[in-house]
């Protein structure tokens, strides 16, 4: 209880003794036929007067007590149940019931929204949760003076909030919505340090329709939550980007669902498939490792390349688990060649940039390469160069601990950012691989030919192996070999192969036929 409770409290228990006191004095006197006074000058009387007084301010007291414990339970209830404790609004389950209110009311048209501040987790990391809440705090007080009545909003989780506001057309919701962002995006750090804390947002829309509101009450409830499902993956459309901030969930966005239900089940159910494409030194045509690729064997699909599920999974979080599942299968993978007797080369896997910024990224790694107990130098680890706008000091802190493991770090993709030689300058990788489409546009021609000759240098006089892929031509290798490059991958030599055809045709010495 608050302490001005307290105070207020006692000062009416002292008023209810005075009270009763004189009031009892008055009664007293009167029955006794004397003459009525406040106090008495019967100090008996005043001592019974006194403990009267008391015992009926101590039980009113008491009873006022037990009302307000009562009160305050159920206030607490209700703010555990339906109030964020971050930023003080309501939370989801308060979003779910008075979205249900108004639109059961049927009197407008409404747009439900999920906003996002973008790259939250990364804000947590960099400037900590005090930081980070107060972001948080911020944006819900900007949402909050931005919301009308009959309108409804919510922090849901983490950096997102929820919002239904009336729509009218596409083109109005989207211009509020941006001057909300825009409002957002002017944060400043109320602290002296130096250090910026840029922070935007964005918008994933679905607007509610009539087929959407039902006249149960429990229908309404269990539907709220597929509205704004709906609108998350319409956010993951705009979600890390900043050309567009806003999205608006439409039939091609719909046709994603078969992906989203299906992830986890196609995981427990071994619908991911991992293949392998084989490295060669470019010198000798030896095989020398292999590239960790993932296919989909949806059962229902079929097969699915890459570029069909893997882009959705970098939005929605779960390349996360499917990261870890590639390498883990490598880990088998290795582990069981080592039973055999066979010498492992070395496997690259691909990381999402998302593992960076994880806390227990680098234990978990450590924890899978101990179950199997593979050597860390069999596994290389493959980040691609956009990673390290995200943030130096951590990316860097993150690769030391990697390499203080064992692990090789690859930076792929090279040549596909905006400032490659930093990163070189910044980043101690092991592999530098030499990006696909950039070798394409470069190779024909003299000036071409100079670039990726400098590039190869370079990497040689800072001890960085290259690796050139998607090499498909006979001319192609002829420059790389020229020039110097350590390993090349791509159709020239070999195409990417299940596991078994992998160990059966290169691990155990048949000659791959397109050498």
Known sequence: ????????????????????FFLTNIVISFFNGGKI??????????????????????????????????????????????????????????????????LLKKENKYAAVVLEICNFEVINELFGFEEG??????????????????????????????????????EGVKTRLEMIMDDISEYKRNDESNSKCSVSACCGIYIVNDED??????????NISHIIGRAKFALLEVSGKYINRCAFYNEEIRSQFIYESDMEYALKNNEFVVYIQPKYDIKDHKLTGGEALVRWNHHEKGFLPPDKFVPLFEKNGFIVDLDMYVFETVCKMQRRWMDMGVDPVRISVNQSRMHLFKRDYVDTLKGILDKYNVPAELIELEIT?????????????VLKRLHD????????????????????????VDVLKIDKGFFEETSNTKRGQDIIESIIDMASKLGIE????????????????????????????AMPMPIDEYEAKELIGKKNDNI
């Not at 209880?1 to 009763?20: C, L």
């Not at 509101?213 to 269990?222: D, L, N, V």
């Not at 493991?405 to 490659?420: A, L, P, Q, T, V």
Request: charged share 25%.
């Open 1 to 20: 209880m608050k302490t001005r409770d307290w105070v207020v409290r006692v000062f009416f228990g002292v008023v209810i003794w005075i009270g009763v």
């Open 37 to 102: 006074s406040l106090i008495n000058r019967d100090y008996q009387i005043n001592a019974l007067a006194a403990l009267a007084g008391l015992f009926l301010s101590i039980t009113i007291l008491l009873i006022l007590n037990l009302i307000g414990i009562k009160k305050n339970d159920k206030r607490i209830i209700f703010e555990m149940a339906y109030i964020d404790k971050v930023t003080g609004i309501g939370n989801k389950n308060k979003f779910i019931i008075d979205s249900i209110d108004i």
């Open 133 to 170: 809440n107060a972001i948080l705090k911020y944006t819900a007080n900007i949402i909050k003076e931005n919301v009308f009545e009959d309108e409804a909003f919510a922090r849901a989780s983490a950096g997102k909030f929820n919002l239904l506001i009336k729509y009218d057309d596409d």
């Open 405 to 428: 493991i064992g692990f090789k770090i690859s930076m792929d993709d090279f040549g596909s950012g905006y400032s490659s030689l930093n990163m070189l300058k910044n980043l101690n």
């Open 213 to 222: 509101i039902y006249e149960s009450y429990s229908e309404m409830e269990f």
């Open 466 to 493: 290259t690796v050139a892929e998607g090499v498909e031509t006979l001319e192609q290798v002829e420059l790389l070999q020229g020039n110097g490059c350590d390993v090349a991958q791509g159709y020239f030599y």
């Open 385 to 397: 160069e956009t990673v390290a706008f995200e943030s130096m000091d951590v990316i860097s802190e």
